[in-house]
Antibody
Framework: QVQLVESGGGLVKPGESLKLSCAASGFDFSDYYMGWIRQAPGKGLEWVSY????????FYEESVRGRFTISRDNTKSSVFLQMNDLRGDDTAVYFC??????????????????WGHGTSVLVSS | SYELTQPPSVSVSPGQTAIITCSGDDLGNKYTSWYQQKSGQSPMLVIYQDDKRPSGIPDRFGGSNSGNTATLTISGTQPLDEADYYCEVWDSSIAVFGGGTKLTVL
C-alpha cells in the first residue's frame, strides 16, 4: 500500500525553526520526485518545494527561498523540509506528495498521485 | 511568475454537468492536472495530462485543454462530488496551483 506520513509540525514563534519529515512506504522511493505543498487556513493549495529523485533538481516557491531547505534520504525513504526564520504567513497544513514519475524521471503533467494526511504548522507569538 | 485563474465557485444540480475552468497564459501548451479536495481531507488527483483519469476515478470526470483554458467536466454530478477543485501545472520551470473552485451540488 502506497503511503506517505508527515510529522514534525507544531507551534513555534516567529523567527524559529522547524523540520518536517515525510516517511514513504509501499513503493520504490528512489524512483520518484517528491514535493511539499501547503494550505493556509481557509485558503488554497500552494507549492512549496520539490526535489528530484537523485537530488539534482530542486525548486522553491519564491516566498520560502533562502529560508526553507528540502532534502531526502533515499536509504530511509524519507523527504524533509527544514524551515528556518518562520513567519506568520507560513502557518498552514503542510502536505507531502509524490510526483508521478517513471524510473526516476518526473512524468510531464503526471500530477501528484499520492498525498499524505498533512502536518500542521502554526507560527504565532 | 505563472498564474492560473479559476472561478471561486460553481453550482450544479444533481445529475447535471459541472464545468470548472482554469485559465493561464498559453495553458493549452502545458499539461494540466486537477485535484479534488473534500472538507477535512487531503487532495486527490482526478485528472492528469489534461484528460487522463487515474485508476479508480469514475469516468464521469473528464478534462480538456486548449488555448488559454483547461476545463474539468463532471457529468451526471453526484452530491458526493461536492468539494474544492484545483487545477495545477507542473514542469521543469513551473509549479503552480489555481486558486481553487468550490463546487456546490444543490
Amino acid at each position: 500500500q502506497v503511503q506517505l506520513v508527515e510529522s514534525g509540525g507544531g507551534l513555534v514563534k516567529p523567527g524559529e525553526s522547524l523540520k518536517l519529515s515525510c516517511a514513504a512506504s509501499g513503493f520504490d522511493f528512489s524512483d520518484y520526485y517528491m514535493g511539499w505543498i501547503r494550505q493556509a487556513p481557509g485558503k488554497g493549495l500552494e507549492w512549496v518545494s520539490y526535489i528530484s529523485s537523485r537530488h539534482s533538481t530542486i525548486f522553491y516557491e519564491e516566498s520560502v527561498r533562502g529560508r526553507f531547505t528540502i532534502s531526502r534520504d533515499n536509504t530511509k525513504s524519507s523527504v524533509f523540509l527544514q524551515m528556518n526564520d518562520l513567519r506568520g504567513d507560513d502557518t498552514a497544513v503542510y502536505f507531502c506528495a509524490r510526483v508521478s514519475s517513471l524510473r526516476g524521471v518526473a512524468l510531464a503533467g503526471g500530477g501528484l498521485d499520492t498525498w499524505g494526511h498533512g502536518t500542521s504548522v502554526l507560527v504565532s507569538s | 511568475s505563472y498564474e492560473l485563474t479559476q472561478p471561486p465557485s460553481v453550482s450544479v444540480s444533481p445529475g447535471q454537468t459541472a464545468i470548472i475552468t482554469c485559465s493561464g497564459d498559453d495553458l493549452g501548451n502545458k499539461y494540466t492536472s486537477w485535484y479534488q479536495q473534500k472538507s477535512g481531507q487531503s487532495p486527490m488527483l482526478v485528472i492528469y495530462q489534461d484528460d487522463k483519469r487515474p485508476s479508480g476515478i469514475p469516468d464521469r470526470f473528464g478534462g480538456s485543454n486548449s488555448g488559454n483554458t483547461a476545463t474539468l467536466t463532471i457529468s451526471g454530478t453526484q452530491p458526493l462530488d461536492e468539494a474544492d477543485y484545483y487545477c495545477e501545472v507542473w514542469d521543469s520551470s513551473i509549479a503552480v496551483f489555481g486558486g481553487g473552485t468550490k463546487l456546490t451540488v444543490l
